[in-house]
Nanobody
Framework: QVQLVESGGGSVQAGGFLRLSCAVSGSISRVYTMGWHRQAPGKQREMVATFTGGGNTNYADSVKGRFTISRDNALNTVDLQMNSLKPEDTAVYYC?????????????WGQGTQVTVSS
């Protein structure tokens, strides 16, 4: 059983910061790309940041320069440092990881954590 467990969401005023964390647990062979998506009310889920197994990072234009993704390959964790938060960053944030488990390779998702930014 593979699980992704997120922590660190909450409420903050505009200009503030939050740090999200996600940990992979279970019997896994390998973790490839890890990252974060978010979904605001009434909107489609969108990519926020990714961190490939090769060490490359990618960010949505809307968060470049404000958010930083990091990962610990030994612990199978991925974090998202979010600075200079804006009300439009309000969303449920989902961690995901492309994981090799038994004979399959597929994306696994966390349960989501709410981030609310007030103006």
């Amino acid at each position: 059983q593979v699980q992704l467990v997120e922590s660190g969401g909450g409420s903050v005023q505009a200009g503030g910061f939050l740090r999200l964390s996600c940990a992979v647990s279970g019997s896994i062979s390998r973790v490839y790309t890890m990252g974060w998506h978010r979904q605001a009310p009434g909107k489609q889920r969108e990519m926020v940041a990714t961190f490939t197994g090769g060490g490359n990072t990618n960010y949505a234009d809307s968060v470049k320069g404000r958010f930083t993704i990091s990962r610990d390959n030994a612990l199978n964790t991925v974090d998202l440092q979010m600075n200079s938060l804006k009300p439009e960053d309000t969303a449920v944030y989902y961690c995901y990881a492309l994981i090799s488990h038994q004979v399959t390779i597929r994306n696994y998702w966390g349960q989501g954590t709410q981030v609310t930014v007030s103006s």
